[in-house]
T-cell receptor, first 111, second 117 residues
Framework: QKEVEQDPGPLSVPEGAIVSLNCTYS??????FMWYRQYSRKGPELLMY????GNKEDGRFTAQVDKSSKYISLFIRDSQPSDSATYLC???????????FGTGTSLTVIP | GAVVSQHPSRVICKSGTSVKIECRSL??????MFWYRQFPKKSLMLMAT?????????EQGVEKDKFLINHASLTLSTLTVTSAHPEDSSFYIC?????????????FGNGTRLTVT
């Protein structure tokens, strides 16, 4: 079983839709959770960084962590064509310098 | 803040030559930097962990003599692909966390597209 599972998509939505991206994980020691956005031929850009369970909101983006279910989500409200990218989840235990990445979900927002 | 600069962004070289890629943390110090390789439409594959002032730790299957890593300062790590071959053509990305804090998120460079002809 992989440490982190993420549906690769592709996911295609109309402009203005709410997008839900998800990852599941198996290691209960993970405490730090990240979402990255990666445009084609660019490096990943940190979008959200959360610790433990709960929600965090930043503009149109909301990150949710449910440690009891080992499930994290990223919601994008009022999606824009500029949100079209690959979204990677990542997590770490914080006790050692190791990070685990999902395979990424490819999102296309259609104007 | 937390900007990682990677250079060059693109390089084309002939088979058998060596290529050096630089990764700099511009506004923070990074005790540890990570080097990844990414194939088209695939996720990040960790190649090695670069530790300032000590030897890098390579992942299983990554040839340390082929991918030389040097982390001489808290703001600079370099990856040298030695005797490059066409199969080394790929997208290489570096990342770093702030200081030595294990709870710091990773910040990525913009990657280097290597093409070996």
């Amino acid at each position: 079983q992989k440490e982190v599972e993420q549906d690769p998509g592709p996911l295609s939505v109309p402009e203005g839709a709410i997008v839900s991206l998800n990852c599941t994980y198996s290691n209960s020691a993970f405490q730090y959770f990240m979402w990255y956005r990666q445009y084609s031929r660019k490096g990943p850009e940190l979008l959200m960084y959360t610790y433990s369970s709960g929600n965090k909101e930043d503009g149109r983006f909301t990150a949710q962590v449910d440690k009891s279910s080992k499930y994290i989500s990223l919601f994008i409200r009022d999606s824009q064509p500029s949100d079209s990218a690959t979204y990677l989840c990542a997590m770490s235990a914080g006790s050692v310098n190791q990070f685990y990445f999902g395979t990424g979900t490819s999102l296309t927002v259609i104007p | 803040g937390a900007v990682v600069s990677q250079h060059p962004s693109r390089v084309i070289c002939k088979s058998g030559t060596s290529v050096k890629i630089e990764c700099r943390s511009l506004d923070f110090q990074a005790t540890t930097m990570f080097w990844y390789r990414q194939f088209p439409k695939k996720s990040l594959m960790l190649m090695a962990t670069s530790n300032e002032g000590s030897k890098a730790t390579y992942e299983q299957g990554v040839e340390k003599d082929k991918f030389l890593i040097n982390h001489a300062s808290l703001t600079l790590s370099t990856l040298t692909v030695t005797s490059a071959h066409p199969e080394d053509s790929s997208f290489y990305i570096c990342s770093a966390g702030v200081g030595s804090q294990y709870n710091s998120p990773l910040h990525f460079g913009n990657g280097t597209r290597l093409t070996v002809t």
